[in-house]
């Protein structure tokens, strides 16, 4: 599904230019479940952004799905973000004058044409994060981890073929962080392709393949026993 051939991404700053990719080469299978780790400044966020479309590499290839992504222009990328990647950020970003079924149904209001069954797909979607009696609440009604199970939700209501995940159990404590890691999980056992950004050991070491980011380059890849 993601095939990365020596991908840079170089930053500006003042007279320096700064390497935050630095000729990162990696292959992602349909299906998988990877963590992506690393220290500060080993370019982890950069690496989503541009998994994610959100930015652009200055050289190399990314391939997603047979497409090379930098040969597109700005309304297909954004075609392609909308419809076959799904986010989940540390920061729920719920609207808070929507309700939760609205929420979820967001996504849908940038799609090229009506979606009939979207509305039926959210209400199962909350009902299988456990959030079915908590569809016409307000996300400052909810608690911290009925917002990130809500924005999975959101995530996957237009059928993704990625997920993206950045940091998802910052903000949440420790047994709420478990339940989504565990609902992620389920997720990727049902044929989900997920890719989960964390500074945790131990969140890295859930996912059944660890990728370890130092210099901007991959300076570990190795899968988990089952």
Same mark, same amino acid.
């Given at each position: 599904?993601?095939?990365?051939?020596?991908?840079?991404?170089?930053?500006?700053?003042?007279?320096?230019?700064?390497?935050?990719?630095?000729?990162?080469?990696?292959?992602?299978?349909?299906?998988?479940?990877?963590?992506? !780790?690393?220290?500060?400044?080993?370019?982890?966020?950069?690496?989503?952004?541009?998994?994610?479309?959100?930015?652009?590499?200055?050289?190399?290839?990314?391939?997603?799905?047979?497409?090379?992504?930098?040969?597109? *222009?700005?309304?297909?990328?954004?075609?392609?973000?909308?419809?076959?990647?799904? =986010?989940? =950020?540390?920061? =729920?970003?719920?609207?808070?004058?929507?309700?939760?079924?609205?929420?979820?149904?967001? $996504?849908?209001?940038?799609? *090229?044409? $009506?979606? $009939?069954?979207?509305?039926?797909?959210?209400?199962?979607?909350?009902?299988?994060?456990?959030?079915? *009696?908590?569809?016409?609440?307000?996300? @400052?009604?909810?608690?911290?981890?009925? %917002? %990130?199970?809500?924005?999975?939700?959101?995530?996957?209501?237009? %059928?993704?073929?990625?997920?993206?995940?950045?940091?998802? !159990?910052?903000?949440?404590?420790?047994?709420?962080?478990?339940?989504?890691?565990?609902?992620?999980?389920?997720?990727?056992?049902?044929? %989900? !392709?997920?890719?989960?950004? !964390?500074?945790? $050991?131990?969140?890295?070491?859930?996912?059944?393949?660890?990728?370890?980011?130092?210099?901007?380059?991959?300076?570990?890849?190795?899968?988990?026993? @089952?």
């Amino acid at each position: 599904m993601i095939e990365l051939d020596a991908l840079c991404r170089h930053y500006r700053m003042g007279r320096n230019e700064v390497a935050a990719l630095a000729g990162v080469d990696l292959s992602i299978a349909a299906g998988e479940y990877v963590a992506i !780790t690393g220290p500060s400044g080993s370019g982890k966020s950069s690496l989503l952004n541009i998994l994610g479309c959100l930015d652009r590499p200055s050289s190399g290839r990314y391939s997603l799905d047979g497409a090379d992504v930098a040969a597109l *222009d700005d309304d297909r990328i954004s075609a392609l973000r909308n419809q076959r990647i799904g =986010f989940v =950020f540390q920061s =729920f970003y719920l609207l808070p004058r929507l309700n939760v079924l609205e929420n979820v149904l967001l $996504p849908l209001r940038y799609a *090229d044409a $009506p979606d $009939p069954g979207a509305e039926t797909r959210a209400r199962k979607l909350l009902a299988r994060v456990g959030l079915a *009696d908590r569809i016409d609440h307000r996300p @400052a009604e909810l608690s911290g981890g009925q %917002q %990130q199970r809500a924005a999975i939700a959101r995530a996957l209501v237009r %059928q993704p073929s990625l997920l993206l995940a950045d940091e998802p !159990t910052g903000n949440l404590d420790s047994k709420t962080a478990a339940e989504v890691l565990a609902l992620l999980a389920e997720l990727h056992g049902e044929g %989900q !392709t997920i890719v989960l950004v !964390t500074h945790d $050991p131990d969140i890295a070491a859930s996912a059944p393949r660890h990728v370890r980011l130092k210099d901007g380059r991959v300076a570990e890849d190795r899968r988990h026993a @089952a």
